[in-house]
């Protein structure tokens, strides 16, 4: 049978067709793939932001990053872990409860552990009491209990120096500390890659891990009578519990910090870790930590 010439040419004309639109097709598919390989880089509220990989220390997103900025109670990990780098360190020793700690909190309207005087609590319920609501209390009595001298005044300068010390081992060049819990007098401030290693660094701990993903303890402590009562002490992080993953780290707040917020989460073995530093409200901080989160498990 005789295929005319014509007929042959449109034969040839359709396959090349049909071939030139699965071409396309095909590269529609990998377009599509390599868009959905990179997801977009989030808009945040926050004025500055940081979020690395904690396994790799592989930066995954930067806003501001290296801008020096108030910090509020966030100041509070770095207490922390100058607690818990101590020598010898007995978490289970006691603190007797002084009336400086309470007056300290009246005069500076402070966040507050809520911590009674003559009360004797353990260096670990006073990290509890740290890190869950915030208590600047808890923080003066830390620091009055590890710094060295002779007076109350000297002791809380000496921890603030080891504050400052531990920043400048790790080799933070924008990072200083005036202050044991983030109300400083100007001259407490780090930035968002900063926090985020210092969080970093800090989750190292086991005891450090351990407190900040807790939403809620309840403390049995020794009264000044010799008795005991109980503190009960929530975590101001919103994100526990309502974050997959979440297990950390620290809010803050305060007149020029506005609303900042160290985060971690895990999941399927990853690590995220970050900072958000400036933002608006309490609502938008979570806001931002939970798109940076989601950007750098994507990433």
């Known amino acids: 049978m005789k295929i005319g010439l014509k007929a042959l040419?449109?034969?040839?004309?359709?396959?090349?067709?049909?071939l030139t639109a699965g071409?396309?097709?095909?590269?529609?598919?990998?377009?599509s793939t390599a868009q959905a390989a990179t997801p977009p880089t989030p808009s945040i509220t926050a004025k500055g932001g940081f979020v690395m990989n904690n396994g790799t220390a592989k930066t995954l997103y930067g806003k501001a990053a290296d801008t020096r900025r108030s910090t509020g109670s966030t100041t509070k990990i770095m207490t922390a872990k100058v607690v818990l780098a101590q020598k010898n360190l007995n978490l289970d020793a006691k603190v007797t409860v002084q009336k400086a700690y309470s007056d300290y909190i009246v005069s500076k309207t402070a966040s507050s552990a809520r911590l009674i005087v003559g009360d004797k609590v353990t260096v670990r319920q006073l990290l509890y009491g740290l890190m869950l609501p915030s208590g600047c209390d808890a923080a003066y009595a830390l620091a009055d209990k590890f710094g060295s001298g002779s007076t109350r005044a000297a002791r809380v300068k000496s921890f603030i120096g080891k504050m400052n010390a531990s920043a400048k081992d790790m080799g933070l060049k924008n990072t200083h500390f005036d202050s044991f819990d983030g109300i400083g007098s100007g001259s407490n401030y780090s930035t968002p890659r900063d926090l985020t290693k210092i969080a970093s660094s800090a989750m190292k701990s086991s005891t450090f891990r351990t407190i900040v993903k807790t939403k809620s303890t309840k403390q049995k402590v020794t009264t000044?009578?010799?008795?005991?009562?109980?503190?009960?002490?929530?975590?101001?992080?919103?994100?526990?519990?309502?974050?997959t993953g979440m297990i950390g780290v620290k809010t803050g707040s305060g007149p020029s910090a506005k609303y900042c917020l160290v985060f971690a989460a895990t999941r399927s073995g990853k690590t995220v870790i970050g900072t958000v530093l400036t933002s608006t409200s309490a609502t938008t901080r979570t806001a931002d930590a939970k798109k940076l989160l989601d950007y750098g498990f994507k990433k």
């Open 9 to 18: 040419n449109r034969t040839t004309v359709a396959a090349t067709v049909s």
């Open 23 to 31: 071409a396309v097709l095909a590269g529609s598919a990998f377009a």
């Open 224 to 243: 000044k009578s010799g008795g005991y009562r109980y503190m009960s002490w929530s975590n101001t992080n919103a994100m526990l519990g309502s974050y």
